[in-house]
């Protein structure tokens, strides 16, 4: 959420962010009603002086025994006016606050600007697209080849774009997870967390994800509740309405949990395979950082998720987004993308986003700068470090073999306690 005062200041600059990310909302209506909450708020203060002075006035009359009727009438009528007055308050302040909420971030000045994925910017890029001296196989027919997920009994079980996975499917599921949990904590400094997998709406506000996006949560029907659609939601609020100290940051949190989304829109995108499911898995790398410390983390974020890549030998590459692609709450945003064989391009595994004090000032987050200082909000950061079933469907198709085997990448077979993963394997 954008401070008030910042949008007053900085009306214009406001506007083009928002045209920029090609954002709905409407830096005029906020005005206008911030303007007339700033009127009203005078007005009764005014009137407030005005019933002091009668009230007072009343008093001294009754007093000398002398007719106060009309200055009784006088103070009854402002006070009406007063309570007409709160109301309409009550209704702007609502009103301003549901514009607020639809404002995007300010990207940050190094944004690129662009319309769309067209206009993102090539960074850097990790090993060269895996080459075959045969047709590579897409990820879908080798877990179904080696009977590692079932697609058929997924969808018999929920629906379209749910799936199972089972034998040596379900153990490098498992697998990598653990290996993603313990290298973020081992050696990156992050602290482990299981958040709830069910979330409210004050949390799903708080970062960034209602109002603007209901119609991509699941909702518990009756209730205020949402199927979790990213672990973002219930680690960020963990620390809502909290101050600080200093000393404490910044904080590293990654957790492990299942996301849920409808993919509202989605239909016909990523038909086959595991890269567009309504239930998804992802470890999640989260960080409370102060204001001028911010940037740094981000790129230490960004090489955390880039080191899984590295340790698995995934090829990749990082790309930045431009302001079209960069999404409503971030004000910088990174995505690392592996590179899938079978659809011959790279493919979104991560998403690094720097949110500043945007998520902040909507959870109230803040620290204080020193013990007597006033609380400043923290800034907010994420990325996923990865997600689970893009990895795995990378793995497959990047460890594949002539004999349709796929070779354990080394440092999960610890975890496997396999090297290969083949036909007559169970």
């Excluded at 209704?91 to 990207?107: G, H, Y």
């Excluded at 290298?183 to 004050?202: F, L, W």
Aim: net charge negative; proline share 5%; glycine share 6%.
């Amino acid at each position: 959420m954008l401070d008030s005062k910042f949008i007053r200041a900085n009306a214009e600059a406001v506007r083009q962010a928002i045209a920029n990310k090609g954002v709905d909302a409407s830096v005029d209506t906020f005005l206008q009603l911030d303007e007339r909450r700033r009127l009203i708020l005078a007005e009764v203060e005014q009137l407030k002086n005005q019933r002091n002075t009668a009230s007072l006035q009343v008093a001294e009359l009754k007093k000398a025994k002398q007719d106060a009727t009309s200055l009784i009438a006088e103070t009854r009528t402002i006070g009406q006016r007063i309570k007409e007055l709160d109301e309409e308050l009550r209704d702007v302040e609502a009103r301003l606050q549901d514009e607020l909420l639809s404002f995007p971030n300010i990207p940050h000045e190094s944004v690129p600007i662009g319309p769309d994925e067209s206009g993102n910017v090539f960074v850097r890029s990790f090993s060269e697209p895996t080459k075959f001296g045969f047709t590579p196989l897409p990820h879908w027919d080798l877990a179904t080849n080696l009977d590692i997920i079932d697609w058929e009994r997924g969808v018999k079980v929920t629906g379209a774009r749910f799936i199972a996975y089972k034998g040596l499917g379900a153990r490098l599921h498992r697998s990598v997870i653990n290996f993603m949990l313990d290298v973020h904590t081992s050696q990156h400094g992050y602290r482990e967390v299981s958040p709830p997998y069910i979330v409210n709406r004050t949390s799903m506000t708080g970062t960034g994800q209602l109002p603007k996006f209901e119609d991509d949560a699941f909702k518990l029907a009756d209730t205020d509740y949402f199927l979790n659609p990213t672990a973002e939601v219930p680690v960020t609020n963990l620390h809502r309405d909290e101050i600080l100290d200093a000393e404490q940051l910044p904080l590293y949190y990654v957790a492990y949990c299942p996301s849920f989304r409808r993919e509202a829109g989605s239909a016909g995108r990523d038909t086959r395979g595991v890269i567009r499911m309504h239930q998804f898995h992802k470890v999640e790398l989260v960080k409370f950082t102060r204001p001028e410390d911010s940037y740094a983390e981000m790129e230490k974020l960004l090489g955390d998720a880039e080191h899984i890549l590295q340790l698995l030998g995934l090829p990749y590459r990082v790309m930045k987004m431009c302001t079209g692609d960069l999404g409503f709450t971030a004000a910088m945003k990174y995505d690392p993308e592996v590179w899938m064989p079978s659809y011959d391009r790279y493919v979104e595994i991560s998403s690094v986003s720097n949110f500043e004090d945007f998520q902040a000032r909507r959870v109230n987050v803040r620290y204080r700068p020193e013990p007597k200082a006033r609380p400043e909000f923290v800034h907010t950061m994420n990325g996923s470090g990865l997600a689970i079933d893009r990895t795995i469907a990378a793995i497959l198709e990047n460890y594949q073999t002539a004999e349709g085997d796929v070779i354990v990448p080394e440092v999960l077979r610890p975890y496997m306690g396999v090297d290969r993963i083949s036909r007559v394997t169970k």
